[in-house]
């Protein structure tokens, strides 16, 4: 019986060793292009919010500092759902499009195992621009450390992130969804989230994205996190990813 399972267990060495070979070329894919690309938005963030701090410094040094927290939490929100805008935008999508999975999966690779850990590793790379971000921050405007900064920021990337998974998964237009995803989601929960009837249950459906700002306010803060909020948009994208990858495993790369 074990002379029987060995092959099995050969074929799946090989496997993983490719799978973690194509994580390194999937975390500097995502920092030379998407990466890039989130960086130089988030400095003309930073430069936007630094200019009217900058003056505001200069007339009055001591009180500027009441200034810094407001500051970094805009420049939080921002860096949220636009970096993970960027992060998740073409995932699987480009990959149908411009036929990389033909490359891709020339090997024996699983499509499920591949790009589960190609989310992984765009969070990863999330994360790190996210610290140079802070550091950024504290350079420019105050020394900052928030311990809470980092768990959110990747709970708030699979919060988001999972959505933009998921429609990447479906469609080619990934990013004009998840944009539409988030302008829906804003204006159901806005018009009917306490209306007290049929819409306000349907939309219930949608996430919670336009509760996101509590999140960071108690992050920046220091406040004690929103435990249920967080766990409801977790679980919503980490339910979205898991249906991403469902899609995946059912549906042809190469259906358009």
């Not at 036929?99 to 024996?108: M, V």
Request: glycine residues 8%; aromatic residues 14%; charged residues 15%.
């Amino acid at each position: 019986m074990s002379a029987a399972l060995a092959p099995a267990a050969e074929h799946a060495a090989p496997q993983r060793a490719r799978l973690l070979a194509y994580s390194r070329f999937q975390l500097r894919d995502f920092l030379l292009t998407k990466g890039l690309g989130t960086v130089l938005l988030m400095a003309l963030m930073l430069f936007t919010v630094y200019m009217p701090f900058r003056t505001a410094r200069s007339a009055d040094p001591e009180g500027v500092l009441a200034l810094v927290a407001p500051a970094f939490k805009e420049v939080m929100r921002l860096y949220v759902t636009l970096g993970v805008l960027f992060a998740t935008n073409g995932i699987v999508a480009e990959d149908r499009k411009f036929g990389f999975y033909r490359f891709y999966f020339a090997k024996p690779v699983g499509v499920v195992a591949f790009y589960a850990q190609k989310f992984a590793t765009h969070l990863i790379g999330h994360l790190l621009i996210g610290t140079v971000l802070v550091g950024a921050f504290s350079v420019l405007f105050a020394p900052l450390w928030i311990p809470a900064y980092w768990p959110v920021l990747a709970l708030l990337f699979v919060a988001l992130g999972g959505i933009g998974f998921l429609l990447s998964a479906v469609t080619t237009v990934d990013w004009v969804s998840l944009v539409g995803v988030y302008f829906i989601a804003e204006v159901g929960w806005s018009l009917y989230g306490t209306s007290g009837d049929w819409r306000e249950a349907l939309v219930h459906l949608l996430p919670p994205v336009h509760r996101i700002g509590e999140v960071i306010h108690a992050v920046v803060h220091r406040d004690p996190l929103p435990g249920r909020l967080l766990l409801w948009l977790t679980a919503y994208g980490a339910a979205c990813f898991v249906l991403g990858l469902v899609v995946l495993a059912r549906r042809k790369l190469a259906t358009s």
